[in-house]
Protein backbone atom coordinates (compact mmCIF):
# COMPACT_ATOMS: atom_id res chain seq x y z
CA UNK A 1 0.00 0.00 0.00
CA UNK A 2 1.13 3.44 -0.47
CA UNK A 3 1.46 5.60 1.47
CA UNK A 4 -0.50 9.70 0.69
CA UNK A 5 2.11 12.54 -0.67
CA UNK A 6 0.54 14.76 2.25
CA UNK A 7 1.75 12.01 5.20
CA UNK A 8 5.29 11.79 3.77
CA UNK A 9 5.56 15.50 3.33
CA UNK A 10 4.43 15.55 7.01
CA UNK A 11 7.05 12.89 8.17
CA UNK A 12 9.44 14.20 6.25
CA UNK A 13 8.95 17.93 7.85
CA UNK A 14 9.02 16.52 11.26
CA UNK A 15 12.39 14.51 10.59
CA UNK A 16 14.34 17.67 9.34
CA UNK A 17 17.54 17.98 11.30
CA UNK A 18 17.57 15.02 13.03
CA UNK A 19 20.37 12.72 12.44
CA UNK A 20 19.39 9.11 11.06
CA UNK A 21 19.02 7.36 14.86
CA UNK A 22 16.59 9.93 15.60
CA UNK A 23 14.86 10.20 12.37
CA UNK A 24 14.63 6.49 13.17
CA UNK A 25 13.40 6.67 16.50
CA UNK A 26 10.89 9.59 15.48
CA UNK A 27 9.93 7.52 12.32
CA UNK A 28 8.74 4.51 14.78
CA UNK A 29 7.38 6.71 17.44
CA UNK A 30 4.59 8.40 14.62
CA UNK A 31 4.15 4.96 13.74
CA UNK A 32 2.75 4.05 17.23
CA UNK A 33 1.24 7.15 17.61
CA UNK A 34 -0.59 7.19 13.97
CA UNK A 35 0.20 4.02 11.43
CA UNK A 36 -1.88 5.60 8.79
CA UNK A 37 -1.98 2.81 6.55
CA UNK A 38 -3.57 0.57 9.14
CA UNK A 39 -6.12 3.13 10.00
CA UNK A 40 -6.76 3.30 6.51
CA UNK A 41 -8.46 -0.34 6.12
CA UNK A 42 -10.48 0.29 9.46
CA UNK A 43 -11.91 3.88 8.51
CA UNK A 44 -12.55 2.98 4.65
CA UNK A 45 -14.73 -0.28 6.24
CA UNK A 46 -16.03 2.14 8.78
CA UNK A 47 -17.29 4.81 6.32
CA UNK A 48 -18.68 2.00 4.36
CA UNK A 49 -20.99 1.12 6.88
CA UNK A 50 -21.98 4.75 7.50
CA UNK A 51 -23.03 5.38 4.37
CA UNK A 52 -24.84 2.28 4.80
CA UNK A 53 -26.89 3.06 7.99
CA UNK A 54 -27.44 6.61 6.51
CA UNK A 55 -29.50 4.43 4.02
CA UNK A 56 -30.93 2.96 5.93
CA UNK A 57 -31.39 5.93 8.12
CA UNK A 58 -33.07 7.63 5.23
CA UNK A 59 -35.67 4.44 4.24
CA UNK A 60 -36.61 4.60 8.04
CA UNK A 61 -37.45 8.30 8.48
CA UNK A 62 -40.01 7.99 4.82
CA UNK A 63 -42.15 5.75 7.01
CA UNK A 64 -41.23 7.04 10.25
CA UNK A 65 -45.11 8.14 12.40
CA UNK A 66 -44.59 9.52 15.58
CA UNK A 67 -48.48 8.83 16.74
CA UNK A 68 -47.83 5.09 16.04
CA UNK A 69 -45.08 4.91 18.60
CA UNK A 70 -42.29 3.65 15.77
CA UNK A 71 -39.68 4.88 17.77
CA UNK A 72 -37.62 1.70 18.82
CA UNK A 73 -36.28 0.99 15.14
CA UNK A 74 -35.44 4.44 13.92
CA UNK A 75 -33.58 4.28 18.01
CA UNK A 76 -31.84 0.91 16.69
CA UNK A 77 -30.26 2.78 13.35
CA UNK A 78 -29.59 6.00 14.74
CA UNK A 79 -28.07 4.62 18.25
CA UNK A 80 -26.04 2.35 15.44
CA UNK A 81 -24.87 5.17 13.41
CA UNK A 82 -24.02 7.07 17.27
CA UNK A 83 -21.90 4.30 18.13
CA UNK A 84 -19.94 4.08 14.72
CA UNK A 85 -18.94 8.08 15.18
CA UNK A 86 -17.95 7.65 18.45
CA UNK A 87 -15.77 4.61 18.52
CA UNK A 88 -14.01 6.31 14.56
CA UNK A 89 -13.72 9.69 16.87
CA UNK A 90 -11.73 7.19 19.58
CA UNK A 91 -9.65 5.83 17.35
CA UNK A 92 -7.87 8.92 16.12
CA UNK A 93 -8.12 10.89 19.57
CA UNK A 94 -11.69 12.35 20.23
CA UNK A 95 -9.60 15.02 20.87
CA UNK A 96 -7.37 15.70 17.67
CA UNK A 97 -8.81 17.88 15.08
CA UNK A 98 -10.32 14.51 13.16
CA UNK A 99 -11.58 13.10 16.17
CA UNK A 100 -13.38 16.59 17.41
CA UNK A 101 -15.19 16.51 13.87
CA UNK A 102 -16.13 13.00 14.10
CA UNK A 103 -17.58 13.72 17.50
CA UNK A 104 -19.22 16.90 16.18
CA UNK A 105 -20.87 14.05 13.44
CA UNK A 106 -22.23 12.02 16.46
CA UNK A 107 -23.64 15.14 18.20
CA UNK A 108 -25.15 16.48 14.68
CA UNK A 109 -26.83 12.84 14.57
CA UNK A 110 -27.84 13.03 18.19
CA UNK A 111 -29.71 16.17 17.62
CA UNK A 112 -30.84 15.06 14.28
CA UNK A 113 -32.71 11.33 16.22
CA UNK A 114 -33.71 13.88 18.60
CA UNK A 115 -35.99 16.32 16.38
CA UNK A 116 -37.63 13.51 15.25
CA UNK A 117 -38.56 10.75 18.11
CA UNK A 118 -37.46 12.85 21.55
CA UNK A 119 -34.74 12.85 23.81
CA UNK A 120 -31.89 10.77 23.54
CA UNK A 121 -29.79 11.83 26.39
CA UNK A 122 -31.26 13.94 29.73
CA UNK A 123 -29.70 16.26 31.56
CA UNK A 124 -29.74 15.45 35.39
CA UNK A 125 -30.80 18.32 37.34
CA UNK A 126 -32.50 18.86 40.70
CA UNK A 127 -35.94 18.59 39.58
CA UNK A 128 -35.25 15.72 38.08
CA UNK A 129 -32.95 13.88 39.92
CA UNK A 130 -34.93 11.46 41.70
CA UNK A 131 -36.50 10.16 38.58
CA UNK A 132 -33.02 8.04 38.05
CA UNK A 133 -31.51 7.84 42.04
CA UNK A 134 -31.81 4.25 41.28
CA UNK A 135 -28.48 4.33 38.58
CA UNK A 136 -26.42 7.36 41.33
CA UNK A 137 -25.51 7.07 44.42
CA UNK A 138 -27.62 8.79 46.73
CA UNK A 139 -24.79 11.62 47.84
CA UNK A 140 -24.14 12.21 44.71
CA UNK A 141 -27.37 12.83 43.67
CA UNK A 142 -27.76 15.15 46.85
CA UNK A 143 -24.84 17.26 45.29
CA UNK A 144 -27.06 17.82 42.17
CA UNK A 145 -29.84 18.71 43.87
CA UNK A 146 -27.49 21.59 45.90
CA UNK A 147 -25.81 22.72 42.47
CA UNK A 148 -22.40 21.14 43.08
CA UNK A 149 -22.39 18.89 40.06
CA UNK A 150 -24.30 17.87 37.13
CA UNK A 151 -25.51 15.00 35.37
CA UNK A 152 -26.39 13.26 32.07
CA UNK A 153 -28.51 9.90 31.59
CA UNK A 154 -29.06 7.78 28.01
CA UNK A 155 -32.71 7.09 27.52
CA UNK A 156 -33.39 3.71 25.36
CA UNK A 157 -36.94 2.89 23.92
CA UNK A 158 -38.27 -1.05 24.56
CA UNK A 159 -41.49 -1.43 23.58
CA UNK A 160 -43.73 1.52 24.62
CA UNK A 161 -41.59 2.45 27.30
CA UNK A 162 -38.92 4.92 27.56
CA UNK A 163 -36.25 4.54 30.38
CA UNK A 164 -32.94 5.99 31.51
CA UNK A 165 -30.50 2.95 31.07
CA UNK A 166 -27.12 4.59 32.41
CA UNK A 167 -25.84 7.95 33.81
CA UNK A 168 -23.07 10.06 34.22
CA UNK A 169 -22.32 12.35 37.37
CA UNK A 170 -19.85 15.29 36.97
CA UNK A 171 -18.09 18.29 38.36
CA UNK A 172 -16.07 21.18 37.39
CA UNK A 173 -13.55 23.98 38.29
CA UNK A 174 -11.02 26.60 37.12
CA UNK A 175 -7.39 25.76 37.29
CA UNK A 176 -5.80 28.16 38.46
CA UNK A 177 -9.19 30.24 39.65
CA UNK A 178 -10.42 31.80 36.86
CA UNK A 179 -8.35 30.15 33.88
CA UNK A 180 -8.76 26.77 32.51
CA UNK A 181 -11.72 24.63 32.57
CA UNK A 182 -11.38 21.40 33.88
CA UNK A 183 -14.21 18.50 33.54
CA UNK A 184 -14.19 15.40 36.41
CA UNK A 185 -15.87 12.49 35.91
CA UNK A 186 -17.57 11.81 39.51
CA UNK A 187 -19.71 8.64 37.99
CA UNK A 188 -20.51 6.06 35.39
CA UNK A 189 -23.02 3.81 35.69
CA UNK A 190 -24.90 1.33 33.23
CA UNK A 191 -27.52 -1.03 33.79
CA UNK A 192 -26.19 -4.35 33.90
CA UNK A 193 -28.66 -5.71 31.11
CA UNK A 194 -27.05 -2.78 28.53
CA UNK A 195 -23.83 -2.75 29.35
CA UNK A 196 -21.67 -3.68 26.10
CA UNK A 197 -24.17 -1.78 24.09
CA UNK A 198 -22.36 1.73 23.70
CA UNK A 199 -23.83 3.48 25.74
CA UNK A 200 -20.82 4.16 27.89
CA UNK A 201 -18.90 5.77 25.42
CA UNK A 202 -22.19 7.50 23.79
CA UNK A 203 -22.34 9.32 27.11
CA UNK A 204 -19.07 10.08 27.26
CA UNK A 205 -18.96 11.54 23.70
CA UNK A 206 -21.61 13.50 24.76
CA UNK A 207 -20.31 14.70 27.26
CA UNK A 208 -17.09 15.83 25.24
CA UNK A 209 -19.31 17.53 23.28
CA UNK A 210 -20.63 19.60 26.15
CA UNK A 211 -17.23 20.00 27.19
CA UNK A 212 -15.49 21.55 23.75
CA UNK A 213 -18.78 23.25 23.08
CA UNK A 214 -18.05 25.89 26.76
CA UNK A 215 -14.08 25.66 25.83
CA UNK A 216 -13.30 23.02 28.70
CA UNK A 217 -9.58 21.73 28.86
CA UNK A 218 -9.84 18.86 29.80
CA UNK A 219 -11.49 15.50 30.97
CA UNK A 220 -10.36 13.76 34.40
CA UNK A 221 -11.17 10.75 35.85
CA UNK A 222 -9.76 8.68 38.68
CA UNK A 223 -10.65 5.46 40.85
CA UNK A 224 -9.50 2.73 43.30
CA UNK A 225 -6.02 0.81 41.75
CA UNK A 226 -7.62 -2.32 42.28
CA UNK A 227 -10.65 -1.65 40.06
CA UNK A 228 -8.51 -1.74 36.60
CA UNK A 229 -11.30 -2.79 34.29
CA UNK A 230 -11.81 0.88 34.40
CA UNK A 231 -8.12 1.36 33.27
CA UNK A 232 -8.91 -0.10 30.16
CA UNK A 233 -12.21 1.76 29.41
CA UNK A 234 -10.65 4.27 29.90
CA UNK A 235 -7.52 3.91 27.80
CA UNK A 236 -9.70 3.10 24.43
CA UNK A 237 -10.73 7.38 25.25
CA UNK A 238 -6.79 8.25 25.16
CA UNK A 239 -6.40 8.86 28.64
CA UNK A 240 -3.33 9.20 30.67
CA UNK A 241 -2.96 7.47 34.25
CA UNK A 242 -0.43 8.05 36.65
CA UNK A 243 -0.49 6.60 40.18
CA UNK A 244 -2.19 9.31 43.45
CA UNK A 245 -3.34 8.95 46.52
CA UNK A 246 -7.22 9.66 47.82
CA UNK A 247 -7.41 13.57 47.44
CA UNK A 248 -9.37 13.09 51.04
CA UNK A 249 -8.49 11.90 53.71
CA UNK A 250 -10.95 9.02 55.62
CA UNK A 251 -10.61 8.22 58.65
CA UNK A 252 -13.36 5.84 60.75
CA UNK A 253 -14.32 6.75 64.07
CA UNK A 254 -13.62 3.54 65.44
CA UNK A 255 -9.61 4.82 64.94
CA UNK A 256 -10.08 7.13 67.43
CA UNK A 257 -11.60 5.37 70.35
CA UNK A 258 -9.36 5.88 73.03
CA UNK A 259 -7.04 8.09 71.48
CA UNK A 260 -5.33 10.89 73.97
CA UNK A 261 -5.08 13.17 71.27
CA UNK A 262 -8.16 14.64 70.81
CA UNK A 263 -9.42 14.53 74.41
CA UNK A 264 -8.00 17.99 75.35
CA UNK A 265 -10.09 20.05 72.82
CA UNK A 266 -13.37 18.59 73.90
CA UNK A 267 -14.32 22.33 74.58
CA UNK A 268 -11.85 23.97 72.41
CA UNK A 269 -14.72 25.19 70.11
CA UNK A 270 -18.14 26.84 70.07
CA UNK A 271 -20.80 24.58 67.65
CA UNK A 272 -23.16 26.23 65.20
CA UNK A 273 -25.49 24.60 67.08
CA UNK A 274 -24.81 27.25 69.80
CA UNK A 275 -25.72 29.96 67.76
CA UNK A 276 -29.10 31.87 66.39
CA UNK A 277 -29.83 31.63 62.53
CA UNK A 278 -28.91 35.34 62.79
CA UNK A 279 -25.13 34.80 64.09
CA UNK A 280 -24.62 31.37 62.11
CA UNK A 281 -24.95 33.76 59.44
CA UNK A 282 -23.17 36.36 60.80
CA UNK A 283 -20.59 33.70 61.02
CA UNK A 284 -20.26 32.76 57.85
CA UNK A 285 -20.52 36.08 56.52
CA UNK A 286 -17.33 36.60 58.31
CA UNK A 287 -15.68 33.78 57.27
CA UNK A 288 -16.49 34.67 53.92
CA UNK A 289 -14.56 38.05 53.83
CA UNK A 290 -11.08 36.41 56.18
CA UNK A 291 -11.22 33.03 54.75
CA UNK A 292 -12.39 34.37 51.43
CA UNK A 293 -15.03 31.30 51.23
CA UNK A 294 -18.55 31.50 50.21
CA UNK A 295 -19.66 28.22 49.83
CA UNK A 296 -22.50 28.31 52.58
CA UNK A 297 -23.48 31.03 51.53
CA UNK A 298 -24.87 30.53 48.10
CA UNK A 299 -28.76 30.50 47.87
CA UNK A 300 -30.55 27.17 47.41
CA UNK A 301 -29.02 25.18 50.26
CA UNK A 302 -31.59 24.11 53.24
CA UNK A 303 -31.09 24.92 56.91
CA UNK A 304 -30.79 21.80 58.07
CA UNK A 305 -27.32 21.20 55.24
CA UNK A 306 -24.42 21.63 58.23
CA UNK A 307 -24.12 19.24 61.28
CA UNK A 308 -24.32 22.16 63.68
CA UNK A 309 -23.29 19.76 66.69
CA UNK A 310 -19.72 19.03 64.53
CA UNK A 311 -19.67 22.65 62.51
CA UNK A 312 -17.30 24.79 64.56
CA UNK A 313 -15.25 27.92 65.06
CA UNK A 314 -12.77 29.62 67.63
CA UNK A 315 -12.63 33.84 68.17
CA UNK A 316 -15.21 35.44 68.07
CA UNK A 317 -18.68 35.62 65.87
CA UNK A 318 -17.46 38.81 64.38
CA UNK A 319 -14.04 37.76 64.15
CA UNK A 320 -13.25 33.86 63.94
CA UNK A 321 -9.47 32.72 63.70
CA UNK A 322 -10.82 28.89 62.76
CA UNK A 323 -13.38 27.26 61.26
CA UNK A 324 -15.04 23.80 60.66
CA UNK A 325 -17.64 22.77 58.30
CA UNK A 326 -19.53 19.64 58.51
CA UNK A 327 -22.16 17.79 56.81
CA UNK A 328 -23.64 14.33 57.11
CA UNK A 329 -24.65 13.05 53.77
CA UNK A 330 -27.50 10.65 53.13
CA UNK A 331 -25.40 7.55 53.17
CA UNK A 332 -24.43 8.45 56.93
CA UNK A 333 -20.87 9.41 56.24
CA UNK A 334 -19.37 12.62 57.59
CA UNK A 335 -17.99 15.00 55.14
CA UNK A 336 -16.02 17.98 56.52
CA UNK A 337 -16.41 20.65 53.63
CA UNK A 338 -14.61 23.29 54.87
CA UNK A 339 -11.81 24.15 56.97
CA UNK A 340 -9.21 26.93 57.33
CA UNK A 341 -8.00 29.33 59.75
CA UNK A 342 -6.71 32.83 60.20
CA UNK A 343 -2.61 32.52 58.25
CA UNK A 344 -0.56 31.61 61.15
CA UNK A 345 -3.04 30.35 63.64
CA UNK A 346 -3.03 26.78 62.93
CA UNK A 347 -3.74 25.54 66.03
CA UNK A 348 -7.00 27.21 65.64
CA UNK A 349 -7.55 24.74 63.21
CA UNK A 350 -6.61 21.80 65.20
CA UNK A 351 -8.78 22.90 67.96
CA UNK A 352 -12.15 22.67 65.59
CA UNK A 353 -11.15 19.09 64.25
CA UNK A 354 -9.95 18.22 67.57
CA UNK A 355 -13.38 19.12 69.01
CA UNK A 356 -15.51 17.65 66.20
CA UNK A 357 -13.67 14.42 66.35
CA UNK A 358 -14.39 14.18 70.57
CA UNK A 359 -18.54 14.97 69.89
CA UNK A 360 -18.76 12.54 66.80
CA UNK A 361 -17.04 9.82 68.52
CA UNK A 362 -20.21 10.44 71.39
CA UNK A 363 -22.63 10.95 68.55
CA UNK A 364 -22.42 8.83 65.80
CA UNK A 365 -21.52 4.57 65.37
CA UNK A 366 -17.86 3.76 65.53
CA UNK A 367 -18.07 2.63 61.86
CA UNK A 368 -18.75 5.97 60.95
CA UNK A 369 -16.52 7.22 57.69
CA UNK A 370 -15.36 11.08 57.55
CA UNK A 371 -13.93 13.14 54.48
CA UNK A 372 -11.67 15.85 54.46
CA UNK A 373 -10.54 17.74 51.49
CA UNK A 374 -7.14 18.66 52.88
CA UNK A 375 -6.22 21.76 50.90
CA UNK A 376 -3.44 23.32 52.65
CA UNK A 377 0.45 21.66 53.74
CA UNK A 378 -0.42 22.66 56.93
CA UNK A 379 -3.69 21.53 57.43
CA UNK A 380 -2.33 18.02 56.16
CA UNK A 381 0.17 18.05 59.18
CA UNK A 382 -2.46 19.36 61.77
CA UNK A 383 -4.65 15.72 60.32
CA UNK A 384 -1.80 13.85 60.35
CA UNK A 385 -1.16 15.05 63.92
CA UNK A 386 -4.17 14.29 65.36
CA UNK A 387 -5.15 11.30 62.87
CA UNK A 388 -2.23 8.98 62.38
CA UNK A 389 -4.78 5.87 61.66
CA UNK A 390 -6.35 6.92 57.73
CA UNK A 391 -7.92 5.46 55.24
CA UNK A 392 -6.68 6.58 52.13
CA UNK A 393 -6.71 4.61 49.53
CA UNK A 394 -4.02 4.41 46.37
CA UNK A 395 -5.75 5.69 43.05
CA UNK A 396 -5.37 5.88 39.27
CA UNK A 397 -6.03 9.41 37.75
CA UNK A 398 -6.92 10.14 34.44
CA UNK A 399 -6.91 12.70 32.12
CA UNK A 400 -8.19 13.27 28.52
CA UNK A 401 -6.77 16.13 26.64
CA UNK A 402 -6.14 17.28 23.13
CA UNK A 403 -2.19 15.89 21.97
CA UNK A 404 -0.02 18.43 21.99
CA UNK A 405 0.59 20.05 18.70
CA UNK A 406 2.32 18.26 16.11
CA UNK A 407 2.17 14.97 17.18
CA UNK A 408 -0.85 13.82 14.71
CA UNK A 409 -1.45 15.19 11.57
CA UNK A 410 -4.29 17.79 11.45
CA UNK A 411 -8.02 16.97 10.36
CA UNK A 412 -7.69 18.21 6.56
CA UNK A 413 -4.41 16.52 6.56
CA UNK A 414 -6.08 12.87 7.69
CA UNK A 415 -9.20 14.08 5.33
CA UNK A 416 -6.82 14.35 2.02
CA UNK A 417 -4.66 11.18 3.01
CA UNK A 418 -8.14 9.41 2.94
CA UNK A 419 -9.44 10.95 -0.24
CA UNK A 420 -5.85 10.74 -2.01
CA UNK A 421 -6.01 6.87 -1.22
CA UNK A 422 -9.62 6.32 -2.04
CA UNK A 423 -8.84 7.95 -5.52
CA UNK A 424 -5.78 5.88 -6.16
CA UNK A 425 -8.13 2.73 -5.53
CA UNK A 426 -10.48 4.03 -7.76
CA UNK A 427 -12.92 4.42 -5.01
CA UNK A 428 -15.06 8.02 -4.58
CA UNK A 429 -14.33 9.65 -1.44
CA UNK A 430 -18.24 10.31 0.46
Same mark, same amino acid.
Given at each position: ??? /?????? #????????????????????? /??? @??????????????AILNDLNEIVASIKQDF???????????????????? *??????? =??????????????? +???????? !?? @?????????????QAIEDLIPEDLAEEIRF??????????????????????????????? %?? &??????? #? *??? !?? !????? %?????????????????????????????????????????????????? &???????????????????????????????????? *??????? =??? +?? =?????????????????????????????????RPSGKLYIDYADCVHGK?????? @?????????????? @???????????? &?????????????????????????????????????????????????????
Open positions: MQR /SNKWDE #WKRVMKEGLDEREQAALEKEI /SEL @CPFEKLLDTHLEDMDRDRNEREPLEAVYTAKLDL *LTHMAMR =FHPLSDYGKKLLMEA +DKTRREFE !EI @CGPLFSWITKENVGKKAGLSMLRCEGNDIYAVGALVFSTEQVPP %GK &ELIFRLD #W *LYV !EE !EWRKR %GVADAMLAELLNFMLSVDGRALTVDFAAEEEPWGEVFAGWHFEFVPGLMP &EFVLKLADLRGRKEIMPFEDAATPLSALRPDERQML *LRKAFIL =FGY +DG =FLADGLPADYLETDLSCYTGQITNPTGLLLVHREEELKK @CLGYAASIALIKYD @CSTLTYMNVGSE &EAGKITDELFPVQRTGVLLEGILMAPEEGILPSGEEMERGFTAELKRRGGIAR
